[in-house]
């Protein structure tokens, strides 16, 4: 039986990474942090723009006032949610309150440029490669992408750059191995729904 | 100086990924492929939804109708494309021929489901994935995102389904390292523009 937890040709970061909301207070290597940033502007991009920009948020003061903002706008987003998000959401424990926000040292704060060419796409690629560096520095993360909560103020972000997603940095206090599909639910061979066998 | 070469604890595949645009037609290995799809499956997700999946297309006969359909969409892309995406589409030699697309021996196509939270997000985090264990496996890619041709059509994807991106997969023939911004264009400290100076 194949697993991937044995398959030592898949990269370590990528097997062992798992999902972190909640962080020790402990605080971090500002060379780790420096990693994790470098490892993000290696990503691709659209005509190679690099339409990204990281504020490291390692204030207390700031981390407050951003944690205030979001739980603000997640009363919102929980609210106006689906039932299915819903129902995740309360299976798995989360709440409105954010405290990884304030408990991690360091918060990432992911800007793009959405005038830049495929710049969505090309952030959440920084944004995963940042995430696999946290994996090899021993720390945890999870991207929190606030649904409308206005940061950009909070960092002084001028009006023309845009914030993808926020980034907790820290020692784990605990994390989630999230179950995964089925390999046959997320690949098919040549045309949608088909097995390996060869399709003309 | 701080150069990204020689520092090794940055995450090796992410050290040494570069873009790739031309690729042998040289066979790969069936495992390798399956790799690169674990690895996509293992990125985190919006509410766990992991709201993809990959169809590999290695029929010569589909990855021709993909190319054909990639191609014309390009030339309209190309033509209301902006002037500063024009001339680095010149600089760097694309043109809207693509054969890259029938040279890689394998070419994945990603498709989502934009209706899970979070989705796009998502399944670029995967893509991410997938480019890294590429790496890993000494192969190369690049996603190449079609402007608007109707992929879907060719490979039968039911209609709930969005195409993201389609990484061709293969042996490189030419690889390009792209040159990077410097960091203090794309770092700040607590608010944006400032340096690692503490701020309130």
């Known amino acids: 039986v194949y697993t991937l937890e044995v398959n030592h040709d898949i990269l370590p970061e990528i097997r062992s990474r798992q999902s972190c909301r909640e962080y020790l207070k402990t605080s971090i290597p500002q060379d780790a942090v420096q990693r994790i940033l470098d490892a993000g502007c290696q990503a691709p991009s659209g005509a190679n723009q690099q339409p990204w920009h990281m504020i490291v948020v390692d204030s207390p003061k700031r981390k407050r006032a951003i944690r205030n903002a979001c739980e603000v706008a997640d009363r919102g987003f929980h609210q106006h949610a689906t039932a299915t998000v819903r129902r995740w959401l309360e299976d798995h424990g989360i709440t409105t309150e954010k405290p990884f926000l304030?408990?991690?040292?360091?918060?990432?704060?992911?800007l793009y440029d959405p005038k830049a060419p495929y710049s969505l796409h090309s952030v959440w690629i920084a944004i995963a490669f940042m995430l696999l560096q946290a994996t090899r520095e021993g720390l945890g993360s999870l991207p929190y992408?606030?649904?409308?909560?206005?940061?950009k103020a909070l960092l002084n972000v001028p009006q023309h750059l845009q914030l993808a997603s926020i980034l907790p940095i820290g020692?784990?206090?605990?994390?989630?191995?999230?179950?995964?599909?089925p390999l046959t639910e997320t690949q098919s061979w040549n045309q949608y729904g088909a097995s390996r066998n060869p399709v003309a």
Chains 1, 2 share one sequence.
Not at 102 to 110: G, M, R, S
Not at 145 to 151: E, F, N, R, V
Not at 171 to 181: G, L
């Open 102 to 110: 304030t408990d991690a040292p360091v918060l990432i704060a992911v």
């Open 145 to 151: 992408t606030p649904s409308a909560a206005d940061i």
């Open 171 to 181: 020692v784990p206090r605990e994390t989630v191995r999230q179950p995964r599909k």
